[in-house]
C-alpha cells in the first residue's frame, strides 16, 4: 500500500491510515499548522484591540454618537466583536470587550460603555 506524505508528498508504504513519511515529517506539519492557528488568533486579536481603540477614541464620555462611516474611515472592521448585548426593548449591541456600538437605520451609531447598561 502506499500513501502521500501530507508534508512532503513523498510516496511511502506504510498502513493505510498513515499520513506521513517519518517522525519528522509529522513533527513539522503539526508545528507549521500549529504556527498558522496562533497567526490567525494573533491577527484577530489585532483587529479587536484595535476596533476597541477606535470605540474608545471616539467615545470618551461613556455614550456618544457618530455616523459609521467614521469608524470605517479610522479602519473600523465590523465583522470583528467579541460579544453582544440585547436591550429590554430587543436592541442589539455589538460589543468589543467593553466598548459597544449599534448601528441606527440613519447610518448613526450609538457608542457605549458596558458599565451603562450593566444593572
Ligand atoms: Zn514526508
Same mark, same amino acid.
Given at each position: 500500500?502506499?500513501?502521500?506524505?501530507?508534508?512532503?508528498?513523498?510516496?511511502?508504504?506504510?498502513?493505510?491510515?498513515?499520513?506521513?513519511?517519518?517522525?519528522?515529517?509529522?513533527?513539522?506539519?503539526?508545528?507549521?499548522?500549529?504556527?498558522?492557528?496562533?497567526?490567525?488568533?494573533?491577527?484577530?486579536?489585532?483587529?479587536?484591540?484595535?476596533?476597541?481603540?477606535?470605540?474608545?477614541?471616539?467615545?470618551?464620555?461613556?455614550?456618544?454618537?457618530?455616523?459609521?462611516?467614521?469608524?470605517?474611515? %479610522?479602519?473600523? %472592521?465590523?465583522?470583528?466583536?467579541?460579544?453582544?448585548?440585547?436591550?429590554?426593548?430587543?436592541?442589539?449591541?455589538?460589543?468589543?470587550?467593553?466598548?459597544?456600538?449599534?448601528?441606527?437605520?440613519?447610518?448613526?451609531?450609538?457608542?457605549?460603555?458596558?458599565?451603562?447598561?450593566?444593572?
Amino acid at each position: 500500500m502506499s500513501n502521500s506524505c501530507l508534508h512532503c508528498g513523498n510516496s511511502f508504504f506504510g498502513r493505510a491510515d498513515k499520513k506521513f513519511c517519518s517522525d519528522q515529517c509529522r513533527a513539522t506539519y503539526h508545528y507549521q499548522s500549529q504556527k498558522d492557528h496562533n497567526g490567525i488568533i494573533r491577527r484577530i486579536n489585532q483587529i479587536l484591540k484595535r476596533n476597541h481603540q477606535i470605540l474608545r477614541a471616539l467615545n470618551p464620555n461613556g455614550k456618544s454618537r457618530v455616523h459609521k462611516n467614521t469608524l470605517l474611515d %479610522k479602519g473600523f %472592521k465590523f465583522s470583528y466583536h467579541t460579544n453582544t448585548f440585547t436591550t429590554k426593548n430587543g436592541h442589539i449591541y455589538t460589543f468589543c470587550y467593553d466598548q459597544g456600538y449599534i448601528v441606527w437605520e440613519d447610518d448613526y451609531c450609538t457608542l457605549v460603555e458596558r458599565q451603562n447598561y450593566v444593572e
